[in-house]
């Protein structure tokens, strides 16, 4: 079992609750949380340490990746930005991982299909059929819907607007549509690192496979 998790995205909603996950887990023993200078905001933990990393043109020392966990929450929510972080920074960063890693689990979205007119939903289907190419260990993609998140820092009227509507909506969303039910982003996180720990197999995880742990 790997004791070292390499988390990217720590400053983001799942990401922080990915990071608080990952510290109060005995399993591992080392944490690298990579980023900009912002992760330096994060509270130090003797578990972690932080390293600057430039996505623009990531460089790592290969022996951190080594047999490590890579939880994957890299997102932004400029759309100016969005392929060339969601994709872009994601897929560099996997390259530097392949024939490394033990497994690799991402953040994605509910959805998400390469093939679709919606550009978001079209960008994070690519990124997951680009990742499977690679070597990565075990491949795991988190597909949450909507996240229920109403305290987040930076939630926009309409972002407010939209967890409501979820909040009111998922009791009733069932059967095929019962993948669109909003989550916490605790619960997303939750199910990330346990599904690391037991080395579960399965690729793709929706609600009820993200609720049931």
Same mark, same amino acid.
């Given at each position: ?40 905001? &994060? ?52 390259? &530097?991982?392949?024939?490394?890693? =033990? ?60 967890? =409501? ?42 609600? =009820? ?5």
């Amino acid at each position: 079992m790997s004791n070292t998790a390499i988390l990217l995205g720590a400053t983001g909603e799942v990401g922080g609750h990915l990071l608080q996950e990952l510290v109060t887990n005995p399993h591992y023993r080392k944490i690298y949380v990579l980023g900009r200078a912002s992760i330096h905001k &994060l509270p130090n933990y003797q578990e972690i340490e932080k390293i600057i990393i430039d996505f623009e043109n990531p460089i790592v020392n290969p022996a951190i990746l080594e047999e490590s966990d890579v939880f994957c929450a890299i997102g932004t929510g400029e759309r100016q930005d969005f392929e060339k972080v969601d994709y872009g920074y994601a897929y560099d960063f996997a390259k &530097l991982c392949a024939g490394k890693v =033990k497994s690799f689990n991402l953040v994605s979205a509910m959805g998400a299909n390469s093939k679709i007119g919606y550009k978001y939903l079209q960008v994070k289907g690519r990124l997951e059929e680009d990742l499977l190419k690679l070597n990565l260990g075990t491949h795991r993609y988190y597909r949450p819907s909507m996240l229920i998140a109403p305290k987040r820092e930076g939630l926009t009227l309409d972002g407010a607007i939209w967890i =409501k509507i979820f909040q009111v909506i998922s009791p009733v969303l069932v059967g095929p549509m019962a993948g669109w039910k909003g989550i916490r982003p605790e619960q997303v996180a939750r199910a990330m690192v346990q599904n690391a720990l037991n080395e579960n197999p399965q690729t793709i995880y929706r609600h =009820k496979d993200m609720t049931a742990v």
